[in-house]
């Protein structure tokens, strides 16, 4: 529970697409998201579209007409997790995960296939050493599937398993001290 802001989940989170009536047809036709506010930015700066994405939230897309493209491994992951790709820059938006019902998970993975999406195989995220196991199990938190957007956008289908305790928060956080990345070569790339 949070006591400092009465917070109702996320109003919208906003991403930039390299072209928005793709971007319609993938989260509008695709995934079945109703498209609910457009537009104009002054000065013909581009674009806003507003996407409802369930429980009140929205996902929404900038369209810039001179908007740079997208470094794979640095703006979002180069690919999905079983690809192996998962890194993406300090500052990033790594990927959105859609919380889907527990019973319709599957079938929703086997329709998105059928519309000629790639997907993932599923991952049963679990706390073992390889954070992942084949199996369902007591230990298992949440199952889930990646895929991408037309922009590369990493996108996941995740639910939730079973409740959180106060067990679930028992690791120590890093700092930026403990980065691999040293202070030279990133004020080099800067």
């Not at 470094?71 to 979002?76: E, H, W």
């Not at 706390?127 to 992942?132: C, I, N």
């Not at 956008?153 to 930026?176: M, Q, Y």
Request: hydrophobic share 35%; proline share 6%.
């Amino acid at each position: 529970m949070n006591t400092e802001f009465e917070l109702g989940g996320i109003n919208h989170l906003a991403l930039v697409s390299s072209d928005m009536k793709r971007t319609i047809d993938f989260y509008s036709g695709v995934l079945g998201m109703p498209l609910i506010k457009t537009l104009d930015l002054p000065g013909g700066m581009g674009q806003h579209f507003f996407f409802d994405c369930g429980g009140g939230d929205c996902l929404a897309f900038f369209w810039f007409p001179d908007a740079p493209d997208g470094v794979p491994g640095v703006s979002a992951p180069a690919g999905r997790p079983e690809q192996g790709e998962l890194l993406s820059a300090v500052g990033s938006m790594n990927h959105v995960a859609f919380h889907v019902p527990v019973d319709k998970f599957e079938d929703y993975r086997r329709r998105l296939k059928e519309k000629g999406v790639t997907v993932s195989p599923i991952l049963n995220h679990d706390d073992s050493p390889a954070g992942v196991s084949r199996d369902v199990h007591d230990g298992v938190f949440v199952r889930s599937f990646y895929f991408q957007d037309p922009d590369g956008i990493l996108l996941e289908f995740a639910c939730w398993t079973r409740t959180f305790d106060e067990s679930d928060v028992s690791h120590e956080p890093k700092t930026g001290a403990d980065r691999t990345v040293r202070k030279e070569e990133h004020a080099a790339t800067a």
